[in-house]
């Protein structure tokens, strides 16, 4: 089994990387593959509304030149899904916003390849707006037919600084119980033989 993570944020080693590999943790002491893919600072395009993602069906943006193809490629391929990204303005990175545009067409063209898996939301942020960047996420979340895992009082850590995220000791407690919960419904959802 393989969960793919994506982390919307420009900074590498910041608060939304350190806080996607605790959720990621007990998937991995699991023995669950996972891989964190950085969409954020990596000149992502936005999407142009040209819709020939619909028309061509070809699992690809029709914009090549940066990583959302080989991104999206891999949603057939894995289990479960968690998107990251640090709190900007109350929603997320643009990175964030414009990779969930064209991904989300371009899945929802080549039939929905997350369709039924584990898919979960997490944030990294300074004092406030966690809530609606969590919503932001869910809403694609809930587009690409994920089943959403939860946690106690929300997927958000508190921190600005890379290695603030650290000091929020109930919310390293929320992303470890986030990666329990996922595994629990991974394993459930896993085909038997
Ligand atoms: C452009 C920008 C906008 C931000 N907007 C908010 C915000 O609305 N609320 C907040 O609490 N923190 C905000 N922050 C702070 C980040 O959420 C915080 O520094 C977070 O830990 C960054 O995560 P990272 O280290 O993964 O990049 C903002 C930071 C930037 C650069």
Same mark, same amino acid.
């Given at each position: !089994?393989?969960?793919?993570?994506?982390?919307?944020?420009?900074?590498?080693?910041?608060?939304?990387? $350190? #806080?996607? /590999?605790? &959720? @990621?943790?007990? @998937?991995?002491?699991?023995?669950?593959?996972?891989?964190? #893919?950085?969409?954020?600072?990596?000149?992502?395009?936005? +999407?142009?509304? +040209?819709?020939? +993602? =619909?028309?061509?069906?070809?699992? &690809?943006?029709?914009?090549?030149?940066?990583?959302?193809?080989?991104?999206?490629?891999? =949603?057939?391929?894995?289990?479960?899904?968690?998107?990251?990204?640090?709190?900007? =303005?109350?929603?997320?990175?643009?990175?964030?916003?414009?990779?969930?545009?064209?991904?989300?067409?371009?899945? %929802?063209?080549?039939?929905? *390849?997350?369709? /039924?898996?584990?898919?979960?939301?997490?944030?990294?942020? /300074? /004092?406030?707006?966690?809530?609606?960047?969590?919503?932001? !996420?869910? $809403?694609?979340?809930?587009?690409?037919?994920?089943? %959403?895992?939860?946690?106690?009082?929300?997927? !958000?850590?508190?921190?600005?600084? *890379?290695?603030?995220?650290?000091?929020?000791?109930?919310?390293?407690?929320? !992303?470890?119980?986030?990666?329990?919960? =996922? @595994?629990?419904?991974?394993?459930?959802?896993? *085909?038997?033989?």
């Amino acid at each position: !089994m393989k969960v793919l993570a994506i982390n919307g944020s420009p900074r590498e080693g910041g608060n939304t990387d $350190h #806080i996607i /590999r605790l &959720a @990621l943790a007990p @998937l991995e002491e699991a023995g669950v593959e996972t891989e964190i #893919i950085r969409i954020g600072g990596k000149g992502i395009k936005a +999407c142009t509304a +040209c819709m020939q +993602c =619909f028309k061509n069906r070809n699992g &690809a943006c029709v914009q090549g030149g940066d990583i959302l193809n080989e991104t999206v490629a891999k =949603f057939s391929q894995v289990d479960g899904i968690v998107l990251g990204s640090p709190t900007w =303005f109350a929603s997320v990175s643009g990175d964030m916003k414009s990779f969930m545009d064209r991904a989300g067409f371009v899945a %929802q063209a080549n039939g929905a *390849p997350l369709k /039924r898996k584990p898919g979960a939301a997490v944030t990294a942020v /300074r /004092r406030g707006g966690a809530i609606s960047c969590l919503d932001t !996420m869910n $809403h694609w979340l809930h587009y690409m037919q994920t089943y %959403q895992v939860g946690s106690t009082y929300w997927n !958000m850590v508190y921190g600005r600084e *890379p290695g603030e995220a650290e000091n929020d000791a109930e919310g390293l407690k929320t !992303m470890k119980n986030l990666g329990a919960n =996922f @595994l629990v419904l991974l394993q459930a959802l896993a *085909p038997r033989a």
